[in-house]
């Protein structure tokens, strides 16, 4: 049997497409269906690792997730991993297949077509519900020529599309009628209903607007969809750190987490569990006054290393961070940031970067180079010596002494002998390992590692902000704060869409 599927479009970028798809994904899963995401090409810096290796974006990790199945290359084929303002890494099935302009990318899209189709064909093969999310906006009308993403898939897929308008924005109205005053005729029929996200106030306020698009569009308003307040669900769009901006110092009693903003910043959903940790603020800042006080200063992944590497020194916070830790006080570094901390960086190939080397801060014992073959693959570990996010003596957590990852890197470290490695790993992709992972300093207050995802370990969590409270002369957490669960989060969701739609008209759109 073929699956039914039912496709999210949005009136602009980061209206909440991706967590409406997670919301559907958890609700249709409740309901008894097998359910998989699919998105034929997304772009963002967030990834994620698949299983067997592949990278995908992160949103359709969260999707896969929130449907409780596991996440494959099919549901997201086409990556791009933006290197600049028109270049782009382009991964295809999981593999990079190097850098493209965005005009050699866009002559390359009919051929992509047939690619995105026959990774939809195998999701329809194997489950009752695909939910396709789309990009941007359907009505680009300079990209509809080789539109890859939003109505051709709605088209082959033959999908009956929700669309999505964030009024938190305002101007929610014009945006539906807008967009459907540019579609074309057999487009337009395919917009099944409209759904308004992130309402907050009196919904009696909205009613004469509702009114006003059903009757101007005669498509239905399928529902309005709260402001939904500390979601506990990664982001992957770089508006969320817009919405970060300004966050307030935190006070005498909490624990203050200084997240360096690289201009080129990955996988800041890493910091997430511990933005939703009680007494715990995570700030991401720009300037070396900024990590002035901080508990922990964080130099998170990068999609390009030494360009990063070259802000930081000239906007003086690598200088404030050498300063920091030769004090003594604590410095995390993942991935592109681990690479930073260390000795030296060396790009012979012109995989990243034109320039060939550079001095790194010094603070680690490694060397790293740059290779053509990109590491992608899950990680178990466990801690190879003491440091502020781990003790390898302590009692074994609820997953038994071991910490889950993934890595996506094209540099490998290169040890100096006296250096022993923050992690040990003991597997990458369910197979048997031995490698040691990142580095620490001699007094543990200075740690890289390679592994993103690690804050989703409670034992981490736990172990750093406990670390962190007792240098700030603070009492343990108080028993009974833990972090709501990701399934939870899903749950939440799904209950927000069940209590504020039409479900019915639901119903009614996936059935065959």
């Known amino acids: ?86 270049r782009s890494q382009v991964v295809v099935l999981g593999k990079s297949i190097g850098s493209l302009g965005a005009a050699d990318y866009h002559t390359r899209k009919p051929e992509l077509r047939t690619l995105v189709r026959e990774a939809l064909d195998r999701l329809r093969a194997s489950h009752d519900l695909v939910v396709i999310e789309g990009a941007g906006s359907p009505a680009e009308i300079n990209l509809k020529e080789r539109d890859i993403v939003n109505m051709y898939v709605a088209q082959i897929a033959d999908a009956p599309v929700v669309l999505v308008g964030d009024i938190d924005r305002g101007g929610v109205f014009a945006a539906f009628v807008g967009t459907m005053e540019l579609l074309e005729p057999h487009e337009r029929a395919r917009v099944a209903a409209f759904v308004v996200n992130k309402f907050r106030g009196d919904i009696r306020l909205l009613e004469p607007g509702l009114r006003f698009l059903e009757e101007r569009t005669r498509v239905p308003v399928l529902g309005v969809l709260p402001y939904v307040k500390q979601l506990r669900v990664a982001d992957e769009d770089s508006v969320s750190l817009e919405e970060r901006r300004g966050r307030r110092r935190a006070k005498a ?86 690479q930073i901390l260390g000795e030296t960086i060396a790009d012979p190939h012109g995989v990243e970067s034109p320039e060939t080397f550079a001095e790194g801060l010094g603070l680690l014992a490694f060397h790293t180079q740059f290779g053509r073959e990109k590491r992608t693959s899950q990680v178990r570990a466990r801690g190879a010596r003491a440091t502020f996010l781990c003790d390898p003596d302590a009692p074994a957590g609820p997953s038994g002494g071991d910490l889950f990852g993934y890595e996506i890197h094209m540099g490998r470290l290169a040890r100096l002998p006296h250096a022993s490695g923050a992690f040990a790993v003991v597997a990458r992709n369910g197979v048997a390992d031995r490698d040691l992972d990142g580095d620490a300093s001699g007094d543990g207050a200075v740690v890289g590692t390679m592994i993103h995802g690690l804050f989703e370990n409670i034992e981490v969590r736990r172990t750093l902000l406990a670390h962190l409270r007792r240098r700030k002369g603070l009492p343990p957490p108080p028993p009974g704060t833990a972090v709501p669960s990701a399934s939870d989060e899903y749950d939440r969701l799904a209950d927000v869409v069940r209590n504020n739609v039409n479900m019915d008209l639901l119903r009614r759109l996936v059935q065959p």
């Open 1 to 86: 049997m073929t699956a039914r599927t039912i496709m999210v479009q949005g009136t602009a970028s980061s209206v909440g497409k991706s967590i409406v798809c997670a919301a559907l994904c958890r609700l249709f899963r409740q309901d008894g269906l097998r359910v998989a995401p699919f998105k034929s090409q997304n772009m963002a810096l967030n990834a994620f690792v698949t299983p067997d290796g592949g990278e995908i974006g992160r949103a359709q990790a969260v999707q896969a997730e929130a449907a409780r199945v596991v996440p494959t290359v099919d549901m997201n084929p086409i990556l791009l991993k933006p290197e600049g303002d028109a």
């Open 253 to 338: 009693d909490e624990i203050e987490i200084a997240v360096v903003r690289l201009p080129r910043i990955s996988n800041y959903d890493d910091f997430q569990p511990l933005e939703h940790e009680p007494g715990v603020v995570v700030r991401f800042v720009e300037h070396e006054g900024a990590i002035a006080g901080a508990d922990l200063v964080v130099v998170p992944g990068t999609k390009s290393t030494m360009a990063d590497l070259a802000w930081l020194r000239q906007s003086g916070l690598a200088a404030a961070i050498v300063a920091r830790a030769r004090r003594g006080e604590p410095v995390l570094g993942i991935c592109g940031g681990c």
